[in-house]
C-alpha cells in the first residue's frame, strides 16, 4: 500500500546533562533526561499508529549514552533514522525536509507528548488537501509543520527559532509564499516542570507522566 505521507519527527538524544536542562534543579540531570526519554518514546508510539506513512526521525546527538537507550533502539527499528544536518536548529529542519521531500511531509518535534494519532492524521489530512499546516505552542512557537511540497521548508531558514514571536512569524514566511495554512490545535511544549506537570496531567498512565512523577527536590515530590 502507498504511503500518502511522511511523519517526520526532528529529536535529540535523550543525553543526561543535554536534555531537559531547563528542568533542573527541580529534576536532577538523571531525571531530566528520563522525562525526555519518555516523551520520545510516547510520540514515537502515536507515530507508529498513524497508517499508510513513511516514518522517519531526523536525529542528533549519542544514542547510546541516553536515557533508556535500549528501548528507544527497539523501537527506533521501525523508523528510518537519519542524521541531522546544519550548523543551526532551522538549517537543520530545512535539510530534514529536504532528506524525505519525495512525500508530503508532517515534522513535529519530541515535545509533545501528549499528540495523538488522530492529531497526526488531521495534520496529514490539512497537509495533503491544502499546501500547508501548522500546530502553534503555547509558548509561541509551534509544534507541527505539514507541507504538501517539503521543499517550502526553506522559510525556515529566514525565521529565529526558539522565541516567543517564532510561531506567528513562521506563519507570515509561509503566508508570503502565498500558501493556505491550514490551522491545528494549539498545544504545550514541554520545557519548564511546569509544563511538563501540565502535560502529564492530559496523558495520565503514559510514560511521560510516570516519568514527570518521578522528578523529586530533596527526595520529595513537587507539589
Do not use: Y
Not at 525536509?97 to 496529514?124: F, K, R
Amino acid at each position: 500500500m502507498t504511503d500518502r505521507a511522511c511523519v517526520l519527527v526532528v529529536a535529540k538524544a535523550p543525553v543526561p546533562g543535554l536534555a531537559k536542562t531547563r528542568l533542573l534543579p527541580a529534576a536532577t540531570p538523571d531525571q531530566a533526561a528520563e522525562v525526555a526519554a519518555a516523551s520520545l518514546l510516547d510520540t514515537l508510539d502515536a507515530v507508529l499508529s498513524v497508517p499508510r506513512v513513511r516514518r522517519v526521525v531526523a536525529m542528533t546527538g549519542d544514542l547510546e549514552q541516553a536515557a533508556r537507550a535500549a528501548e528507544l533502539r527497539r523501537v527506533l527499528r521501525w523508523f528510518d533514522v537519519i542524521p541531522q544536518r546544519g550548523n543551526d536548529f532551522a538549517e537543520r529542519l530545512v535539510n530534514a525536509h529536504a532528506d524525505v521531500a519525495e512525500l508530503p511531509v508532517v515534522q513535529i518535534g519530541m515535545d509533545t507528548p501528549q499528540v495523538t494519532p488522530w492529531l497526526l492524521g488531521s495534520a496529514i489530512a490539512a497537509t495533503c488537501t491544502g499546501d500547508a499546516a501548522l500546530g502553534l505552542a503555547e509558548d509561541g512557537g509551534w509544534w507541527a509543520l505539514g507541507l504538501r511540497d517539503p521543499l517550502h521548508a526553506m522559510v525556515l531558514r529566514h525565521v529565529p527559532m526558539s522565541q516567543p514571536d517564532t510561531g506567528s512569524r513562521t506563519l507570515d514566511a509561509l503566508h508570503d509564499l502565498d500558501l493556505n495554512v491550514s490551522p491545528l490545535p494549539v498545544l504545550s511544549d514541554v520545557d519548564t516542570v511546569d509544563d511538563a506537570r501540565r502535560v502529564a496531567a492530559l496523558v495520565p498512565g503514559s510514560r511521560f507522566a510516570a516519568a514527570v512523577a518521578a522528578i523529586s527536590t530533596a527526595g520529595q515530590p513537587i507539589s
